[in-house]
């Protein structure tokens, strides 16, 4: 719950952050892509220190995302856990990226300058044939079979010259349980 004093801090910081926010038109996004259900880090290359301020966009600049001020994240969006904020950097991660995120984000960062980041972020279909349609390799069954009937067939002919082996030699089925009785003779 935001105290009083916040809520007044908040709009204080929120109005700095407009006026900063006309610098902000003229910076170019970098393009960004993602699939659904993947995940997506915005790179901000800051360091935060204590008494900056970070305010990340979706859209326009009245579609506010989060705001990081004093160390603490307040989002204003239900987002279902699916946005992280690294109090370190400033970076956005987004965790099971939808379809309606696309979009260009803007993150704004007050540090006694005013930093901006534009990223134009394109989301596209899962890759057909995932995880969830097969195999991750269509060729390992293919394989797998053909190395076990290459084994089988090596197996057949060792067994075949073993066997044409011991005939040549003088074996038959009756020498064989002959030799038999005579070990057990013994």
């Not at 003229?26 to 960004?32: E, G, I, S, Y």
């Not at 596209?124 to 060729?139: H, I, L, N, V």
Request: proline share 4%.
């Amino acid at each position: 719950m935001m105290t009083r004093a916040k809520g007044i801090l908040l709009g204080l910081a929120l109005v700095q952050v407009s006026s900063a926010l006309t610098l902000c038109n003229d910076a170019k996004p970098q393009p960004l892509s993602a699939k659904v259900e993947g995940t997506l880090t915005l790179l901000t290359g800051v360091n935060l220190t204590v008494g900056d301020y970070v305010v990340w966009f979706n859209g326009s600049e009245s579609d506010v995302l989060l705001i990081y001020m004093d160390g603490e994240v307040n989002s204003t969006q239900n987002t279902t856990g699916s946005l992280q904020f690294d109090r370190q950097t400033g970076d956005l991660h987004i965790s099971a990226v939808r379809s309606n995120q696309s979009g260009i984000y803007t993150v704004q960062i007050i540090n006694g300058n005013s930093t901006c980041y534009k990223f134009n972020v394109t989301v596209s279909a899962a890759d057909p044939g995932g995880p969830t349609s097969g195999p991750p390799y269509e060729w390992v069954i293919p394989v797998t079979v053909s190395g076990v009937v290459i084994i089988l067939i090596i197996l057949a002919v060792w067994w075949m010259k073993k066997k044409k082996n011991n005939i040549g030699n003088g074996w038959s089925p009756a020498t064989q349980s002959t030799a038999d009785a005579a070990d057990t003779a013994v």
